[in-house]
């Protein structure tokens, strides 16, 4: 199982967390170096929308490792998240086992689902079974399990929004792990919006 961490190489807090996270639960994992938007001239790049120039380093080090996924599928995670699942492996492979046929990429983690600000933000989200929801909207979350054939489904240029979003644009079947088995942690403070 491919599992790769996106990490801005500045960012050595963020580094240390998720080392201490993974090795805790012994879950083996790749670091991916994440570009870091504020040092790339918006002028080499296409949009078909806004983006700050940390979301555009974002989008574009989502891009980097779902390029780097040999097998059937990989799980991309974001450094700032801590792993609510007890047995990773065990919950990712029946996870796997109950997701429809027809899945392109279901988020570990979703924002909606344990802060209610955003829950009227998700669009509308569908049960399948006790492992995985259906979402017919915008995602919030970078953490995800994704087919490697996906990425034929999807751009690098033109950026068409920050990536979560992006993945909902793209018109990709969204699923949801539920219960989620990563968490999003607002105290670690994110570089989209403003440089490190």
């Known amino acids: 199982m491919q599992i790769f961490v996106i990490n801005l190489k500045l960012r050595t807090d963020r580094k240390e967390h998720m080392e201490k996270e993974l090795t805790s639960k012994n879950i083996d994992y790749k670091i991916v170096e994440a570009i870091n938007g504020w040092d790339l001239n918006k002028k080499d790049y296409k949009f078909s929308c806004y983006m700050s120039s940390g979301e555009m380093g974002c989008y574009l080090s989502h891009f980097k490792s779902i390029e780097q996924i040999t097998d059937e599928f990989g799980i991309i995670l974001e450094d700032d998240i801590a792993?609510?699942?007890?047995?990773?492996?065990?919950?990712?492979?029946?996870?796997?086992?109950?997701?429809?046929?027809?899945?392109?990429?279901?988020?570990?983690?979703?924002?909606?689902?344990?802060?209610?600000?955003?829950?009227?933000?998700?669009?509308?989200?569908?049960?399948?079974?006790?492992?995985?929801?259906?979402?017919?909207?915008?995602?919030?979350?970078?953490?995800?399990?994704?087919?490697?054939?996906?990425?034929?489904?999807?751009?690098?240029?033109?950026?068409?929004?920050?990536i979560d979003i992006a993945f909902y644009a793209w018109g990709l079947n969204q699923y949801i792990a539920n219960p989620p088995l990563v968490r999003h942690l607002p105290r670690m403070k994110s570089n989209t919006q403003r440089p490190v």
Do not use: H, R
Request: charged share 30%; aromatic share 12%.
């Open 83 to 162: 792993i609510e699942s007890l047995d990773f492996y065990e919950d990712i492979k029946k996870l796997k086992e109950n997701l429809p046929k027809d899945w392109d990429i279901c988020f570990l983690g979703s924002t909606p689902l344990y802060n209610s600000k955003y829950k009227d933000k998700i669009g509308d989200v569908i049960k399948i079974n006790n492992f995985c929801d259906k979402v017919n909207g915008k995602q919030f979350g970078g953490n995800y399990m994704i087919k490697k054939s996906t990425l034929d489904k999807i751009q690098k240029s033109p950026l068409k929004a920050p």
